[in-house]
């Protein structure tokens, strides 16, 4: 069944395969009047863009985006905006050998079982590259979020095992490490352990945490549309996420109940505020009007080059080694991923809780 | 936004609150000729009723469940199924001290800023009361399921800390437990723990683990209907649920790929199999054929007789002793929440699935 | 595959068959704040309710409609309104024959086709009890549409060929006539064809017209979620309708552009206003401001008790007289219900169309 | 909100504006082994391509459709197939004058009020450029429909009241005419009638007929999904479309039952047949296993050089005379995109029909 498709009110559909002749997305449900240019895309687009640093895959890919429609004298019109990232840089190498056995931690075996068989060049739809399509999607969805005074943003918590404690928000601090890490005495023990695991022909998990500021109490709907609910299909639905917590999360499991509670209070301005966030910014699967809060697993890169044994599709077990060019990590590219569906999501939100209340509806449409 | 349904193939639609006449569910999308009788259902429902041991609320309630509709000669129809169970146990006390204040850790402050006003006779929408519903609807889930070979399996594997190591799927065992902690020392245990915590007026966490059994391989849709993604909403729209984990999950994190990867073998019998399930079940957002294994945290009980710190709508900081019967800790009657969660999910994902192929399809409707 | 679920923002979701508990709805997506009582549903349930006039159906059913949920004080509390009414006058007589043929025009055979058996006592879920939940959904959106200033209007344009000349909305006029048909002239003439169609033990058919007033320009979607195609599939889902037609609609066809198109000008006023009507109100799609026609064809009552060939499940060809109590003409009782469903639909696409511009959600937003 | 969606197992969106850089369509749902290439799309394309004959509009559009994802091999293999028709030749001339005033019978008036603003160049998402990407989709889900023995076919039934009589599925037939109206005597009196117009400056209207064969019994959900309801949705989203009517349509409206209802028998081979089929092939909403047939009503194109009345921007009642390359009747392109459109929505029906029955689910699933 259809599966390329996420959102209600604000709603993207991507499609591409790693090999193919592209990767892109339609949003729909953009609403009128947004600036918007090619450069806005193409700034998110580079954080996730390999080859940047020795830490990423040296794979060269320019990922240039274009806009195809709904954009009219700068502006969006309210109609889908199509984009487009032409594949360029896709060695055509022999993929014979790929074809005919099952990579450990990949989809290949799950999508040969699905379809009866799978387009194997550079893992194809199931390649990391299909989140080009989220990232330009979420370049939108953030762009109409700051005009709400809204900001999404995410960071690398940790990396194999080396992790910092933050919990601001600051771009220019998360953008100085290479890991897009804001400790860079932590981003630097880093760098020491991706040599090591380089050197290894291994690879390293982590931990993506993202903050969102400036959320109006009162988005995401009872019962199944809970705000973390679909932030939580959201992110899971990035390949490589394993997990995903709330404010506290797993560690509420341990925690009594005084302990969990956050006391609100009203400031001397007379806001509600809260002495603590244990709950992540929500209650109910909707915004206290406090900073959300959650935290995504990430596992280490499935291709590795160090020997792995598997099976081939002739019925043997065999013993094979990865060749080609990949992450040692992935977070650090993941973490604009993780900010882009995190906007979307929010984003869509908000727009659903638009019809909660009928006085607000009223004075919508009796603007005159 | 309506918030309330959940599923896209196989469709749950529940309503009611608390202290309100009833709480129902209508399922739609069941297919014709599966026996369901409302026996099937209450069994279901009692694993989840409150005042069955010292350790749950001691609020009677019979919560009786009546099929209304979708059922001819003792078999679904192919209609909605509509079920309900009315509110018999609900003390009319007086709510007006509750109406004024905002309790820590509940959808209070959150329900009010969204809606201008809230039912606040016993929490509501928001209260655990909703998920009858939900439960209702597993248990006719898990009864197709059940014809196709597959089991959900829910347990208790964690509260305030102490922990089992379990990975079967008796349901014998697990309720042997008041806890449905299917290791009978820790059981005993945490019975102490619950007394202690009962006496100091406060309430404990825990983790809930499931496994599902019998899932053909192939089942989940890339990209943004995964079957992770898609269990995971499920789960985290359960209220007091702040984080779910696949597989190794968290721990993915401190990994290295050597040893987060599955290798796959062929068995004696021919059948591909894994040598382990870091995966949990799911690559790429599609079932592997093994078994899936998801854990999730369930918050302490924010309910809590102890004195608290709040706000009033006065404007006031004020203090609160929360009266009423409470559960000290939640996590034994979610656990069948979470097993319908999942049986729903993984139904409507299995129903998707049917699709995949041209040769099924043709085979399907090509059939005489 | 589920299909009793209608709408997006505002959705309604029925349940029952004709002769089962009863027959119900839930209403998920309801701002929260709208005055509802019972009072108010069942002035819309009346309108449909048989045993009024001799030309509908003789059996009695009370009708009477419960709200089960979603009303705390008065007013909506935006989580789901559950409404039901039980059945109560289902005569419980042999239905062993009916359940072994297939009656013309009737949905027993495709039913059985589709599901393998059906519950045949009194057309189970294909009766046109059904629309009870329509109706009482039509009465919460009505409300609702009142207060944005948005009237809709149904009534009977024709029946069996005697056809008025009627476009203004007068509930006053409508209600005069046993037929809602606001031509008193035309309604006895009716009256004395429907004798005739008795006596004969046959049935008639006819047009229903509705007419929305009110509604701003801008409402509805392009491409596929246009007012006028989702107010199409909404119409044509209610029984017994075999098409329908938007402003000039069929007449269309044989027109040209010069006399089709409406000419637009600037009343006195400065308002924009067209000198025609062909459109029926919705452009492109979207609503253009002025008045909202359309009618729908209502094919004669299939239950008669005129004798008819059909078939059995033996493999027989057979002749079959059908009991019972049955409407001649059922387009009286169905004026509500699409008067129902346009609302219902109305109210979605304009609570859809919210999110249009980017000025307006700031505005909304940033409120203070 | 998205509008720009069609479908729920079996998916199109689509994109692109008159004069933008181009137009497409993703597919997403379309199951893995289906034989696709670009000729057969383009096949499909080349029906609505301008410039054929002197009755349609001169505009030389090459329409070369690319396919950019989802096929490997010849063959789709489940992900989404993105398809574009990059735009040529789009004359850049001044669209100032446009710009500023509101053309009687297009959506100007109306995008202008929803949006704030559009992009005016031809027509812009309104155009009829737009269906580019429904004809793309239409060809892939014709192939799957053939692959399971049924077969989509529209024509031309009428053109400014010249009408057919006309039954039966003769591509050959139908191609013959320029008008797609298999009857070559009442097309040649339509060429003599479309000169006339054509000289006038004016334009028509018309009707297409579609019917589909080989449809299974038993496709179509209740209650709010039937089979018509869907159809009419896709058939009333093409712009220009005004009414749609299945089987006998606006005449059951004048008829008696038993002229109405349609006597099933037993045919010699114990086939379940109908002795007329005013029902269209659909009862209850679901199908009969006879053929679907409908009719839509096509409006006259709005466009056209004869001196109209309308508005200006700045407040003034004005004349204009529409200049450019434009369609005397647009009925005979619009023949592939109402074929199309029923294509893709029975297909997606199909699909959703899959999960009606607990036998054929065990049967699936428990296929060794």
């Not at 989220?134 to 809204?150: D, H, N, T, W």
């Not at 080396?162 to 601090?173: L, M, P, V, W």
């Not at 890490?181 to 695991?197: F, G, W, Y």
């Not at 290894?200 to 982590?206: A, I, K, M, Q, R």
């Amino acid at each position: 069944m259809a599966g390329s498709t996420f959102g209600s009110m604000f709603r993207i559909t991507t499609w591409g395969e790693s090999h193919g002749d592209g990767i892109g997305v339609v949003i729909d449900g953009c609403p009128a009047g947004l600036s918007v240019n090619e450069e806005m895309i193409q700034a998110f687009l580079d954080r996730r863009r390999p080859g940047q640093t020795r830490y990423t895959t040296q794979r060269k890919e320019a990922d240039t985006v274009k806009i195809l429609s709904g954009i009219f004298e700068g502006k969006t019109t309210g109609t889908p905006i199509s984009m487009a990232v032409m594949n360029t840089n896709q060695i055509s190498r022999d993929y014979s050998e790929i074809a005919g056995y099952y990579r450990p931690g990949h989809a290949d075996y799950t999508y040969d079982t699905k379809y009866g068989f799978r387009d194997y060049r550079g893992g194809g739809r199931s390649s990391g590259r299909e989140t080009i399509g989220r990232v330009a999607a979420g370049a939108i969805a953030s762009a109409i979020l700051k005009e709400l005074g809204i900001t999404v943003c995410a960071y690398t918590k940790s990396i194999g095992g080396i992790s910092i404690d933050y919990s601001k928000c600051s771009k220019e601090n998360i953008f100085q490490s290479p890991f897009y890490m804001p400790d860079l005495e932590a981003s630097a023990a880093t760098e020491v352990l991706m040599q090591e695991k380089i050197k290894e022909l291994n690879s390293v998990g982590g931990i993506i945490e993202c903050i969102i500021s400036g959320v109006p109490a009162g988005i995401g709907e009872p019962v199944f549309e809970k705000l973390d609910a679909n932030l939580g299909k959201a992110i899971l639905s990035i390949g490589a996420i394993k997990g995903i917590e709330f404010g506290s999360g797993f560690l509420a499991a341990e925690k009594t109940g005084i302990e969990n509670n956050d006391p609100y209070f009203y400031s001397e301005t007379g806001k509600v505020e809260k002495r603590s966030n244990n709950a992540g910014g929500i209650l109910g699967g909707i915004s206290d009007g406090s900073e959300i809060v959650f935290r995504a697993a990430v596992k280490p890169t499935a291709s590795i080059a160090m020997n792995q044994k598997t099976i081939n599709k002739e019925g043997e077990n065999i013993d094979i080694r990865i060749k080609g060019r990949h992450d040692p990590v992935i977070v650090p590219r993941a973490v604009v991923v993780v900010e882009s569906m995190a906007a979307v999501t929010l984003l869509d939100m908000l727009f659903q809780s638009m019809t909660s209340r009928m006085d607000s509806i009223v004075k919508f449409f009796r603007k005159e």
